[in-house]
């Protein structure tokens, strides 16, 4: 009989039956060895009823356990004990299912968030009050140059400022640290925000490099600027270079006395007009970057051709010229005819630093860097530039020598930028400068 209840009400008739038989053999009768016997009996009933009750307690408890360790495998069933425990057993699936279907929810969301956290662009890092860090995504390991971060005192190598600012950022605060990763410089803009969980205090910051952002600007800028002084300058030297060819024309026609003074004047205005707007032609292809036409060739290649363009310039200035390739097979996609012309400049630039020094070396290596991208460095072991004017050898119009027109290396940047690479520099005076080409 599997019903809970009849069981119950059955066991107490048997008990109070057997206390009846107690109290007769051992009071009326005075055959105690029989009372004795039953009252046995009587305890095996009343422990046989406890363990009853005990077990459908055990399974309950056994249920809110599996719950509370979130393990929904389980369930309680209690088939023919009666309909109360059908309630129950009804009430308890339902229970368990509702705690399945919110885990399974949770979960959902869980991996939602993990997959969103991972593929976004910008850094993120959430970490405790000692530094221990709780979650960071792919954008920041990248960033940062780290497979995992245990805690952000682990990034006191990749820059101190760093550390220092994740330590004191509070909520809501933003924060720029420039970081010197090798010859890159990263401008990192880092805006914090706290928050707890389960009662423990968290700090999620964001984090992201603006340096490229900042020198798209700066580009933008100037090419702006640019196209403002060129279009006045070309409206002023035009029309005065054409007025002073027809002068000369006049002038060649015959005329009467001082007209080779005349066809003089005439012909030095007509030749600074001229070198004017070549000057100002010059400064016009700051803005009209051509679309790169991507191809793939070998970097082996390349380099051939910027040495084969120098070798006469080299042996005359006794300047030695080495290139180097790791890997010997490694291809480059991007516009030939365009970083040879940066590799033209960068070379001539090297080639005139090194003037008057003695054993004066142009190096040019080719290589895969740390993130697996092409990397072309120019090295010479020249008198290097000043930190003052390293800051602003990108400016258009800057220039560290006195016959320079200031516009190679800034156009070199804006190719770089085109082909979605990045050009640095770096320069220990008196000893080198070494400027990279990142793809």
């Given at each position: 009989?599997r019903?809970f209840?009849?069981q119950?009400i059955?066991r107490i008739?048997?008990m109070a ?6 109290v007769?053999l ?8 029989a ?5 046995v ?6 422990t046989?009823?406890v363990?009853?009750?005990d077990?459908?307690n ?5 249920l ?6 979130s393990?929904?495998?389980?369930t309680f069933?209690a ?18 299912d509702d705690f399945r279907t919110?885990r399974?929810?949770?979960e959902?969301?869980y991996?939602?968030?993990q997959?969103?956290?991972?593929h976004?662009?910008?850094g993120?890092i ?9 979650l960071i995504?792919?954008?920041a390991?990248?960033?940062l140059r780290v497979?995992?971060?245990?805690n952000?005192?682990?990034l006191?190598?990749?820059s101190?400022?760093l550390?220092?600012t994740l330590?004191?950022?509070s ?6 640290v420039?970081?010197v990763d090798g010859?890159?410089l990263?401008?990192l803009?880092?805006y914090?925000t706290?928050f707890?969980?389960r009662?423990t205090?968290y700090?999620?910051?964001s984090i ?14 100037w090419?702006?600027?640019a196209r403002?002084?060129?279009h006045?300058i070309?409206n002023?030297?035009t029309?005065?270079?054409?007025l002073?060819?027809s002068?000369?024309e006049?002038?060649?026609d015959?005329?009467?006395?001082h007209?080779s003074d ?11 007009s001229q070198?004017l707007l070549g000057f100002?032609?010059a400064?016009r292809?700051l803005?009209?970057?051509p ?10 290649r ?13 042996a005359q200035?006794?300047i030695?010229f080495?290139t180097?390739i790791d ?5 480059l996609?991007?516009?030939k005819?365009?970083i040879?012309q940066?590799?033209?400049?960068l ?8 003037h008057g020094?003695e054993?004066?070396?142009?190096r040019?290596r080719?290589?895969l860097?740390?993130?697996?991208r ?6 010479d072991?020249g008198?290097?530039?000043e930190p003052?004017?390293l800051e602003k ?5 800057f220039?560290?020598k006195?016959?320079?027109s200031g ?5 070199s ?9 990045t050009?640095g520099i ?6 080198e400068t070494?400027v990279?080409l990142?793809?």
């Open positions: 009989m019903n209840r009849i119950i059955a008739i048997l039956i057997t206390t009846v038989g107690i007769f051992g009071w009326m009768s005075s055959s105690f060895m009372a004795g016997l039953l009252t009996v009587l305890i095996f009933q009343i046989a009823l363990r009853h009750v077990r459908t055990r399974d309950v408890a056994r809110l356990r599996s719950i509370r360790y393990d929904f495998s389980q069933s088939p023919g004990w009666g309909s109360s425990f059908k309630d129950l057993n009804a009430a308890l699936s339902d229970v368990m919110a399974s929810e949770t959902e969301h991996r939602f968030l997959t969103v956290m991972h976004i662009g910008v993120l959430s970490y405790r009050s000692n530094g221990s860090v709780g995504n792919n954008a390991k990248r960033l497979q995992y971060l245990n952000i005192a682990m006191s190598e990749f101190p400022q550390v220092e330590s004191r950022i909520s809501g605060e933003k924060r720029i420039k970081v010859d890159e990263l401008e803009v880092i914090g706290q707890k969980m009662g205090p700090t999620l910051v992201q490099d603006i340096q490229t952002e900042l020198e798209e600007k700066e580009i933008e800028a090419q702006k600027l403002v002084l060129t006045e070309m002023s030297i029309p005065i270079s054409s002073a060819t002068v000369r006049l002038l060649d015959g005329l009467p006395s007209a005349v066809r003089e004047a005439v012909q030095t205005i007509e030749r600074r070198s100002v032609q400064y292809s803005t009209r970057i679309r790169p036409d991507l191809s793939i060739f070998p970097l082996r390349l380099l051939d051709d910027v040495e084969l363009l120098f070798r006469n310039e080299l200035h006794g030695a080495e180097s890997p010997s097979e490694l291809d996609t991007a516009d005819s365009l040879e940066i590799l033209i400049n070379v001539r630039n090297a080639i005139q630093a090194l020094t054993r004066g070396t142009v040019v080719a290589f860097g740390d993130r697996g092409p990397v072309i460095q120019v090295t072991n008198p290097g530039i003052e004017a050898v990108f400016i258009p119009f220039s560290t006195s016959d320079g516009i190679g290396l800034s156009l940047r804006q190719i770089m930028r085109a082909h979605g690479g050009m770096k320069s220990n005076p008196g000893e070494t990279t990142r793809f």
